[in-house]
């Protein structure tokens, strides 16, 4: 079969058939995705009527929302934390005192120690810390220095 150069139509036309074959797949999937869109966008708004038609009818029954909340959390939410620690002596940070041996920063919120900020010096490993950031950390995790996790003896 010999190719015949007069007819340029047939290697024009296998030349763009792809390229028209894709534009159609290309309209097809746009044609589904706004199709899907237009389901989706339908589904919403039933839904939003439904919570709406819901809300108005439990409005009107009277029930109220304190009354809701009370019921289903019989619990206090957030429960207060438990009285800090007595295991440290309580001292007043100055200028010239040099709190930690290695640094002069609280190694739980990483602040600078300031002159008139109540430190808290733990008793067996010496290392201090605000007063308030070892408080919360001995209350709320495992009694232990968060510097070198010696055992801290809590006595309240």
């Not at 010239?96 to 600078?112: F, H």
């Not at 810390?129 to 996790?149: G, M, N, S, V």
């Amino acid at each position: 079969m010999d190719f015949d150069a007069t007819k340029p139509w047939i290697v024009t036309g296998v030349t763009f058939l792809p390229f028209i074959a894709a534009f159609i797949f290309a309209l097809c999937n746009l044609y589904k995705e706004h199709k899907r869109r237009l389901r989706q966008q339908a589904i919403d708004n039933d839904i939003a009527a439904r919570n709406r038609r819901y809300l108005e009818q439990e409005r009107v029954r009277g029930i109220q929302q304190d009354y809701i909340v009370v019921n289903i959390v019989p619990f206090p939410v957030n429960p207060p934390l438990p009285p800090p620690p007595q295991a440290s002596t309580v001292f007043m940070c100055t200028s010239a005192t040099s709190t930690n041996a290695t640094s002069d920063d609280c190694a739980i919120c990483l602040e600078e120690f300031t002159e008139g900020q109540e430190c808290r010096l733990l008793d067996d490993c010496k290392h201090s810390f605000h007063k308030l950031c070892i408080d919360e950390w001995l209350a709320t995790r495992k009694a232990y220095c968060p510097l070198c996790i010696a055992p801290v003896q809590i006595t309240n």
